[in-house]
């Protein structure tokens, strides 16, 4: 069965692998709509809204979280990475990085932040509806119970579950398979980085956070095209996600001052700096590193099968 759908139209991997996401993602609200009420005596939204003081509840919406990731997000992937290659971690771009891959990705990653958080101050203007405003308010309250660390235990289970889980399921759904999907429909690599990080936004649903998620769903993409690697666009995830939590983490404990959870604005001049000091990263990433392979093997005029073209080829 590996290998099912290598030959068949872009199209027909698009409806295939849509397919499992909404299917699975189906699935997995019907389940927890079905097993909340026994589990816990209420709703999944008398939980949601509630006070959530009750360790129980707090430890079920954490097991909930885990499962909607590798449901909604690694499970399709994965499975349609399986039907489309024999090959399945080469076809994902799942080698082993070098140690300057990774450094250069991560430094990249962190490079990206000072402009992420610039329109982040601009993206909190944005005049949305209160009933968007509310959402946005239950959600931030929900992650703000479910962040609460007071030992070192926490700390490590938060880091999985926010951190290192999403990472992974994420990468290998939007990077992995939607972006290159993207990019074998439109042949432009850029735009296919820009509009895979606008769904990478959209589907986190928070309005006032849409911005720099964009911003970090195309420095993730970026780092995949140049370097033909998933895993330095997963480690880079994990840096962006864990960073936030272990500084959240000092917060609560009084080691730091400022609330990870709140968007403090940066100097201009650093922005402004970190700008040209991040392009010449994935620059310097592109140099050390194998592009990204974009399309399927096809005969040349010659008679001689290519496998992939080149990134550069694509630019």
């Given at each position: 069965m590996s290998g099912y759908l290598k030959q068949s139209p872009v199209s027909l991997q698009f409806v295939t692998f849509l397919g499992f996401a909404f299917g699975f993602f189906a699935l997995y609200l019907y389940g927890l709509q079905a097993i909340t009420p026994g589990v816990t005596g209420?709703?999944?939204?008398?939980?949601?809204?509630?006070?959530?003081?009750?360790?129980?509840?707090i430890g079920y919406l954490k097991i909930t979280q885990f499962l909607y990731t590798l449901i909604a997000f690694f499970v399709p992937a994965?499975?349609?990475?399986?039907?489309?290659?024999?090959?399945?971690a080469k076809y994902l771009g799942l080698?082993?990085?070098?140690?300057?891959?990774?450094?250069?990705?991560?430094?990249?990653?962190?490079?990206?932040?000072?402009?992420?958080?610039?329109l982040g101050q601009w993206n909190e203007t944005w005049p949305i509806s209160q009933s968007a405003r509310d959402l946005q308010s239950m959600a931030e309250k929900?992650?703000?119970?479910?962040?609460?660390?007071?030992t070192l235990q926490d700390l490590f289970i938060?880091?999985?579950?926010?951190?290192?889980?999403?990472?992974?399921?994420?990468?290998?759904?939007f990077r992995g398979v939607f972006q290159r999907l993207i990019i074998k429909a439109t042949g432009k690599v850029w735009l296919s980085v820009f509009?895979?990080?606008?769904?990478?936004?959209?589907?986190?649903?928070?309005?006032?956070?849409?911005?720099?998620r964009v911003v970090m769903g195309f420095a993730l993409g970026a780092i995949y095209v140049l370097s033909g690697?998933?895993?330095?666009?997963?480690?880079?995830?994990?840096?962006?996600?864990?960073?936030?939590?272990?500084?959240?983490?000092?917060f609560q404990h009084g080691m730091v001052k400022e609330d990870p959870?709140?968007?403090?604005?940066?100097?201009?001049?650093?922005?402004?700096?970190?700008?040209?000091v991040t392009i010449g990263l994935f620059w310097a990433l592109s140099k050390k590193s194998t592009p990204m392979l974009m399309t399927d093997p096809v005969n040349r005029k010659d008679g001689a099968e290519v496998e992939e073209i080149g990134a550069d080829e694509n630019f």
């Open positions: 209420q709703t999944l939204e008398a939980l949601q809204s509630g006070t959530l003081t009750d360790p129980n509840s994965a499975l349609f990475a399986y039907l489309w290659q024999p090959y399945p080698k082993t990085p070098s140690g300057l891959q990774i450094i250069l990705a991560l430094l990249a990653m962190y490079g990206s932040l000072p402009f992420a958080n610039l929900l992650l703000g119970v479910m962040l609460k660390m007071p938060n880091l999985v579950l926010v951190a290192i889980v999403p990472a992974i399921a994420e990468e290998l759904f509009i895979t990080s606008i769904l990478f936004s959209a589907i986190h649903g928070e309005m006032l956070g849409f911005l720099p690697n998933l895993w330095l666009s997963i480690f880079a995830h994990i840096l962006n996600n864990g960073l936030q939590v272990i500084l959240l983490y000092l959870m709140k968007n403090t604005p940066v100097e201009w001049y650093y922005i402004v700096l970190s700008i040209p």
